[in-house]
């Protein structure tokens, strides 16, 4: 991979990227000592904002305060989480600490926003839905966020 060389990143830079310029807050999550942000996303109705949350963008950097991680340990990742269950509704691939790296996390963040915007509803309860992977054909499509409770799915189209 070229133009593939690992680039520090302090906790200030990241921190002024997610909060200044993507309108992200830090978040704490136990058990890791990597810095978090989240933005939550306005679920929609008919165009006009709902006034509930159901999913938020939740971005880890793999910076980490005061402590450095070594290069090939870190790569940041975007996951959209369903709120109200807190599962993942969808995964970024990796983003690796090169040059790129902060344009790459954003990319990810606007994947994140626009899988979240046109989430379809379960076909089968209503409820919201999740990307999910068919390892069998390696193929994406949408499955309820209370499977195993209900096997609702969609097709990608
Ligand atoms: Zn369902």
Not at 1 to 25: I, K, P, Q, T
Not at 61 to 78: L, N, P
């Amino acid at each position: 991979m070229s133009g593939s060389r690992y680039v520090e990143r302090s906790a200030r830079e990241v921190c002024a990227f997610f909060e200044d310029e993507l309108g992200f807050v830090e978040i704490s999550l136990p058990n890791t000592q990597e810095i978090v942000f989240e933005r939550t996303v306005e679920l929609r109705r008919n165009g006009e904002p709902a006034g509930e949350t159901e999913y938020a963008i939740r971005a880890y950097t793999s910076v980490s305060r005061g402590s450095t991680r070594k290069a090939g340990e870190d790569a940041g990742r975007v996951v959209l989480i369903h709120v109200p269950t807190n599962a993942p509704a969808w995964k970024s691939k990796r983003a690796h600490r090169t040059k790129n790296f902060l344009s790459a996390m954003r990319n990810r963040c606007r994947e994140a926003w626009r899988r979240a915007a046109s989430m379809p509803r379960c076909p089968k309860c209503g409820s919201a839905m999740a990307v999910r992977w068919n390892k069998r054909d390696e193929s994406e499509f949408f499955g309820c966020v209370h499977y195993p409770k209900c096997n609702g799915t969609r097709k990608v189209v």
